[in-house]
């Protein structure tokens, strides 16, 4: 167990270097839609649950938020198109304090807000807005944390996780809002699931089973395609080579499943509960601008924007990231095609079609009542999988030795890449007049920037070198097999 948690350390101390980055490089409010997501959670944390009365000049439904907060995001709400008055300022007074405001957030299950507004509820104006980032990215690493200390002790497990958490996926950690949670605990799910397929009994069987439960009750809770991507998990991983000895570990102890059964049933209730409730998949204008057309390019712009797009979706990294992180995706599937059976090259390839076909086939059904409103990000919880099986696959095989100095490179190039990104951002943003003159910026050096994101990939290239099978506690013999 200690040898274990030691590493993983490591590794979360990396992920919170590069999600600190990203907190300082981006404005307050300025991610896509992020004052919907800070009105919403100081709603619910003041007891207000679900939205009765629509905005009347605006998008989304009217929620009681502090005076302090919606003048805090006038601003960058205010320079967006889409959005109206009662979106950026006042729309009634609610009471001492508080005031009405517009969010396109109001309807979204408030479990993910309630926590967030909870914590952030004794501090005012900007400093709530902070406080809910670094909240959101601390439970995000947990469970990417969870994950990493659950994938078997591979350096190509441990490669494949790093390449996963893509810069748009750590980016989306970073920001007050359901995106980055969904992500990390979709993340965490397949790792915890990978491990208990892997040879290599797991560690604490039912620490493994309970996080993995936990992965998917939050997965079924806090956005509207999270019980898909849990079908599709569950369902990719009936396919595995291996899927017999996942049954087996998960029904090992009766009490746990039925605990576990009755916990995720629970989740399940009272998600769809609340769907209806809310009426979440009724046609509204709650969601983020859409264009009623589709482009034949679109699902290229979809894959690109899993990498990277920030802070909005139209808004593309620079090509070097793009560069990065493709190549070693690339990579890792063509090794995984190369070395795996029959089976594996059969499960990845349908795994890749769902990852590439799935948001055109959903776009398609919901374009007429949406538009065309996907993005990229949003398919992160399931597509991290891919590389993630990658990674196994090639563990599994053994044809390739992973030295320290492939994955010193691969490190070095994801630093660059992040670093770029990161940088891109904050002088875009220094561009923009409703940012630069926020005197609320925390605006540190580009310096600084660098410096955090060149550590952070520099633990995680650690993390992932000082992976080495534990021969003696497997009895696994050292030839390929």
Known sequence: ????????????????????????????????????????????????????????????????????????AAAECSSLAYTGPDNCRSAGSAGQDDVYVGSGASTYNPVFYGVLGTIARPFHGTTVLYVMRIVGAVLCTAFLGFAAWALPRSPWHRLALVVALSPVLVFSTTVAAPNGIEMAAGVALWAALLRLADDDPPPRPGLLVWGATLATCVLLTVRLLGPLFVLLILGTMALHPRAGSIARRLVADRRRVVSVVSVTAAAAAASLWWIIEAGQTDASTERGPGSGDLRLLDPVVWAAQTIAAFPFRDQPGPAVVYVVVATLVVTLGVGALVTGTARDRALLVAVG????????????????????????????????????????????????HLGRAAVAAAGLALAIGSAASVLKVRAGELARPSSAGNAEWWVHSPALLVVLTVTAYAALSLWCASATPDLRATGAAAEPR
């Open 1 to 72: 167990m200690r040898r274990r948690v030691g590493p993983t350390l490591v590794c979360v101390v990396g992920l919170l270097l590069l999600q600190s980055a990203w907190v300082l490089a981006v404005p307050p409010f300025a991610a896509s839609d992020e004052f919907d997501h800070v009105y919403r959670a100081t709603s619910v944390a003041r007891g207000h649950l679900l939205s009765e009365t629509a905005a009347s000049d605006g998008r989304g439904g009217l929620v009681v938020v502090p005076r302090d907060v919606v003048a805090a």
């Open 353 to 400: 079609a769902v990852v590439l076909l799935g948001p055109l086939v959903l776009t398609l059904l919901t374009r007429d009542s949406q538009g065309v409103i996907w993005q990229g990000r949003y398919g992160l919880p399931y597509a991290v999988g891919m590389v993630l099986l990658c990674g196994a696959v090639l563990a599994r095989a053994q044809a390739w």
